[in-house]
């Protein structure tokens, strides 16, 4: 079936170091959303991307619609403890609400 | 305002038992959404309605259901329940309908489900 292929897997970061993300498909998505998972909690949507190209910025966060429609990225600059947690790129497919990444788990250390 | 409210948080069942997951989405808001979250296969969508009525469904056997009321709350049922079904079960709730959300769903903090 559909997949959004996301890395890397996992990071372990000091704090203070940027971070990059990246999803990938096989297949075009006309929009791309990207959330975080604290443990215990539900996903929280952080940025939501709907034009090839778009870049958008939430706090130190920044995504990317790329132009190919086929991936997205995701940035965190000047990382901070209360950044770890499971990040996830979604978008939405014919037939269901949301397909998601396997997600990327970010660890920092203070 | 309130946000996604599921109950119970934790439940354990025994194989072969039935259960049932609640959702009351945001109020007002019409849409709601059922995913499975494992280790292996990740966030998996299970089902979505929108004003009572059974909008998208995903790849899951048919021991998986749901419905919704006319106040919009949902339940999910899992018969016959197998050691495979335990997982972290969310919902999620949108304004607008499921053409036209602009993907604006919030989700709540999940039910784990615990199958022995």
């Known amino acids: 079936g559909q997949q959004l292929n996301q890395s890397p897997q996992s990071m372990f970061i000091q704090e203070g170091e940027d971070v990059s993300m990246n999803c990938t498909s096989s297949s075009i998505f006309n929009t791309w959303l990207w959330y975080k998972q604290d443990p215990g909690e539900g996903p929280v949507l952080l940025i939501a991307?709907?034009?090839?190209?778009e870049l958008t910025s939430n706090g130190r966060l920044t995504a990317q619609f790329g132009i190919t429609r086929k991936d997205s990225f995701l940035n965190i600059s000047a990382s901070i403890p209360s950044d770890v947690g499971i990040y996830f790129c979604?978008?939405?497919?014919?037939?269901?609400?949301?397909?998601f990444g396997k997600g990327t788990t970010l660890s920092v250390s203070s | 305002k309130a946000g996604v409210t599921q109950t119970p948080r934790y439940l354990i069942k025994t194989r072969g038992q039935q259960v049932t997951l609640s959702c009351s989405p945001i109020s007002g808001h019409r849409s709601v959404s059922w995913y499975q979250q494992t280790p292996g296969q990740g966030l998996q969508f299970l089902f979505e309605?929108?004003?009572?009525?059974?909008?998208n469904k995903g790849n899951f056997p048919g021991r998986f259901s749901g419905r919704q009321f006319s106040n919009s709350r949902s339940e999910m049922n899992v018969s016959t329940l197998e050691l495979g079904d335990s997982a972290l079960y969310l919902c999620?709730?949108?304004?607008?309908?499921?053409?036209?959300?602009?993907?604006?769903?919030?989700f709540g903090s999940g039910t784990r489900l615990t199958v022995v």
């Open positions: 309605y929108f004003s009572e009525t059974q909008r």
């Open positions: 991307l709907y034009k090839a190209g």
């Open positions: 999620a709730s949108s304004l607008k309908p499921p053409a036209d959300t602009n993907y604006g769903y919030t």
């Open positions: 979604a978008g939405p497919r014919a037939g269901t609400a949301l397909i």
